[in-house]
């Protein structure tokens, strides 16, 4: 199979940054992907840091018809659900997500980067993540459970080959904050009725309420997904980085449409107490096609 870029299964790392950025007004798009590719090579993510880079969906077909997938665009339009519910669109043209062990080599790389992008690109947004308890998300529940392992997930996660950017994958970047007070006000059986899962193993309930969360993001009915999510934020104000790979957008695009009620308007209880601030999809090319777009003449 086609290489993808290795940081989207590096699993285990403990410090986690996301960097959003836009292209300069007036600047060439070729140059804009060909500074981000050049970031792989060795004198950038030096210190064992993981580098995941993602490009706008239609940037990324403009420069590179050849290797865009079919049929992917951008989060262009809010989702908008049940009760005026609202999930965000904030796309940007390039996600630069940075994993490693150590926070301190994380904040000089992401720097670099920052640095080496400033002619062509501008830094939107940027947020800091960590694991919590191994593999908790803030509300207290293991998150991911139906994750599949790391030999199914490329199966999952990547394009297949002989189709267009064999090797890449589909991105979902979403931040969520939690209404802290709100959730921890709950019982933890509250809270289990909401999830649809035991707090303490994660077991799904035998019955469930059909707006559980279980129920809302269905893999058996929208298709499997790759999930990388970590918590942000501060002790009075956090959340979760949704970090979501899969091969076919349309999974992606159904559990988000799903879980806001726009089809049956039945709204994922979650929701209630989490809300998600920004939105994107990027595509995520294999490390390949990136080394040949890091080596075109500007």
Known sequence: MTSPQSGIFALGTSSHAYLELDARPGADGRDVVRLVASLHEPRTTIGGVNLVVGFRPEMWRAIAPGDAPAHVSGFNSDVVGADGFVMPATQHDVVIWLSGSAYDVLFDTAKSVIAALSEVATLATETASWPYQHDRDLTGFIDGTENPSLTEAPEIALLPEGSPCAGGSILLLQRWAHDQDAWEALSIAEQEAIMGRAK???????????????????????????????????????????????????????????????????????????????????????????????????
């Open 200 to 298: 303490s193993d994660s077991t799904e309930l035998d019955a469930k309420a059909n707006n559980s969360h279980v129920n809302s993001t269905d893999q058996d009915r929208f298709g499997k997904i790759f999930r990388r999510n970590m918590p942000y934020g501060t002790i009075t104000s956090h959340g979760t980085m949704f970090v979501g790979f899969s091969a076919e957008q349309g999974r992606l695009s159904a559990m988000l449409e799903s879980m806001a009620g726009v089809h049956d308007g039945i709204r994922d209880a979650l929701t209630r107490y989490a809300r998600p601030v920004t939105g994107a999809y990027y595509v995520v090319p294999s490390t390949p096609v990136l080394r040949r777009r890091s080596s075109e003449s500007p």
